[in-house]
């Protein structure tokens, strides 16, 4: 009898232990594939954002000289990232009067996003959305360096979408 006690209470505490496991494989679940979290710090705040992982290439940050973090992983994920709460309808303004990089349609504009069509020679895609981590407000936007595909800034307008205040956590006492 106490045999029989002992191993149901070892394959209790088994499954215990295998719905803990269960639990922590959704949380990285939460994360697409291709995809991995990062830790990044803006103006001194720690915060997570979901990037492309080195699948799609090397993974590049700098704080520039303005206040901003860049974030790159290749040559198709490219954005920046600043304090602030940006200003809408100042850069529809800017968007629409550009002589050179000529406005062609919105995809998405609401209060905070704006992401947008444009042509030089040919066709090309840009964001700027504002995002709130915390009680910060946050620029998001491509950086115009390269040309990017309508799916390069759908991934990156979802990954800026991600952008949260990191958790502390607290050790257990």
């Not at 040559?75 to 990089?101: M, V």
């Amino acid at each position: 009898m106490k045999k029989a006690l002992v191993l149901i209470l070892a394959l209790s505490a088994i499954l215990i232990h295998a719905g803990c496991d269960e639990s922590r494989k959704e949380e990285v679940a939460a994360v697409k594939p291709g995809m991995m979290e990062l830790n990044l710090k803006v103006n001194g705040n720690s915060l997570t954002i979901t990037v492309p992982d080195s699948s799609i290439g090397r993974l590049e940050m700098a704080e520039q000289s303005w206040g901003a973090t860049e974030i790159k992983v290749g040559k198709h994920f490219q954005i920046s990232i600043s304090e602030g709460q940006g200003d809408i309808a100042l850069k529809k303004s800017d968007i629409s009067g550009d002589e050179i990089n000529k406005f062609k349609r919105y995809i998405k504009e609401d209060p905070n996003t704006l992401y947008w069509e444009s042509a030089i020679t040919e066709p090309e895609f840009h964001f700027y959305t504002v995002e709130k981590a915390g009680p910060v407000f946050y620029l998001i936007e491509d950086i115009k360096e390269e040309h990017f595909t309508e799916k390069d800034v759908q991934q990156m307008l979802e990954s800026a979408k991600s952008l949260k205040l990191q958790e502390v956590v607290k050790p257990a006492s």
